[in-house]
């Protein structure tokens, strides 16, 4: 069930009121001026004065609705402008750094992508800013700012550890403040699984959903829980780190420091260790031949066996959290997670299970192999639409007019 923000009648609700605004054309794709003056509880000539100001810096665009012949002009429906805005994405794995330049509507424009060794932190730094600085090259259209999404987990914490599904070094996120300065744009990061997350709200089949539970799937195993279209991260930004649930006594051990986690069984890492490959060769063509060949035994040995801890992972998140869904994005391609479902089937009873709608309870991201570089980009496009925003850090606005008219706000750095 989709919930529509309602607008507030305060004069210093204003920003406020323009965001619901803002946000209730995203999701509808359009809408007019009469559709949103019913929807959010705003009088018609507030809405007009808000369209007419987000229409005058070009975030939104009018165009005239097709209907029936009838007496009279159509009515002017909005939509979003998707040159009102750029975001550059960047998402960090072991081993690889990938980029891309994205619209106000979650179209991928660009990208980039490199393979160096992330444990050095130059090394590092200077692939981020080249990328950066060439996808910026030749933009015109605003650009608000960069996303950065990483594994998790985030800071000093018992299980930030060393090994293949992590950043090393990443309890100290100087760097990012230093890629910031260097590109001179705001800069906004989160782990890998609530920036995917942020994307499927936004751009993705999660739009129409008020909460759910993200499985990130990629070289690890990451997740997020959404609640009224907003993460919830915990104390320390770390919450729902589900791939580090032990679900196997005894079992293999984990770079965490404890054995038998989940992230051991179902991950892109498993897969490569199962099939004697480096994570690097994990996106060799080759590879994606094996995965969509059903008569290859050593990979339908490994989805049998992980299809059965991701039935058990299904069954955990359903009772523990009692998603309207569950929606499965991320790095993994698109087969590989198809056939995990398929030999997930048939899933356990949960409080989920035959109450809802059952085409609900999973879906796939059609953004599969894009979700972290769309899940990075979407972090500063979320900071500026969404009415129920927190409060984020912002060293520099993105464009005076915009940030003015939404009533941007300076605060601390938003992580995790």
């Not at 990629?218 to 320390?236: C, S």
């Not at 040995?301 to 869904?325: S, T």
Request: proline letters at 6%.
């Amino acid at each position: 069930m989709r919930t529509i923000g309602r607008g507030a009648t305060q004069q210093s609700s204003a920003p406020y009121n323009r965001r619901v605004v803002l946000d209730f054309i995203r999701q509808q794709g359009a809408a007019s001026r009469k559709d949103i003056a019913d929807m959010v509880s705003l009088s018609p000539q507030t809405v007009a004065n808000i369209t007419n100001d987000l229409e005058s810096i070009g975030l939104i665009v009018s165009r005239r609705q097709k209907v029936d012949k009838t007496r009279g002009q159509p009515p002017i429906a909005f939509e979003l402008n998707p040159e009102g805005g750029h975001a550059i994405g960047v998402s960090l794995e072991p081993g690889r750094v990938s980029a891309a330049r994205v619209n106000l509507v979650g179209d991928v424009l660009e990208r980039s992508e490199i393979e160096l060794d992330t444990s050095h932190r130059q090394n590092l730094l200077a692939a981020m800013l080249a990328q950066v600085l060439q996808l910026r090259k030749g933009t015109r259209e605003r650009l608000w700012g960069i996303g950065v999404a990483l594994p998790g987990p985030l800071g000093a914490t018992d299980i930030s550890f060393l090994g293949p599904t992590a950043m090393e070094g990443w309890a100290d996120l100087s760097l990012l403040d230093e890629l910031r300065d260097a590109a001179r744009l705001p800069l906004f990061y989160s782990v890998d699984s609530v920036a995917g997350a942020l994307g499927e709200t936004l751009f993705g089949v999660a739009q129409s959903l008020d909460n759910f539970f993200y499985l990130h799937l990629g070289l690890g195993l990451g997740g997020a829980l959404v609640v009224n279209r907003n993460a919830y991260r915990g104390t320390n930004g770390n919450a729902t780190e589900i791939g580090h649930v032990p679900v196997v006594p005894g079992g293999l051990p984990c770079y965490c420091g404890n054995s038998g986690c989940l992230e051991r069984y179902v991950s892109m890492h498993a897969l490569a260790e199962a099939l004697g490959l480096s994570d690097p060769q994990l996106r060799s063509p080759q590879l994606l031949a094996r995965l969509a060949d059903p008569a290859d035994a050593v990979v339908e040995a490994w989805c049998q066996q992980a299809g059965e801890r991701l039935r058990d992972a299904i069954c955990m998140i359903e009772n523990m959290l009692d998603p309207r869904a569950i929606v499965i994005g991320g790095g993994a391609p698109k087969v590989l997670v198809e056939r995990l479902l398929a030999a997930a089937q048939p899933l356990r009873r949960s409080v989920r299970g035959g109450v809802g709608d059952p085409d609900l309870r999973l879906l796939l991201s059609e953004r599969q192999g894009d979700s972290s570089i769309l899940g990075a980009a979407v972090l500063p496009i979320y900071e500026m639409l969404s009415p129920r925003l927190e409060t984020v850090q912002q060293d520099r606005r993105p464009d005076a007019d915009v940030a003015e008219l939404l009533g941007h706000r300076s605060g601390g750095r938003w992580g995790g």
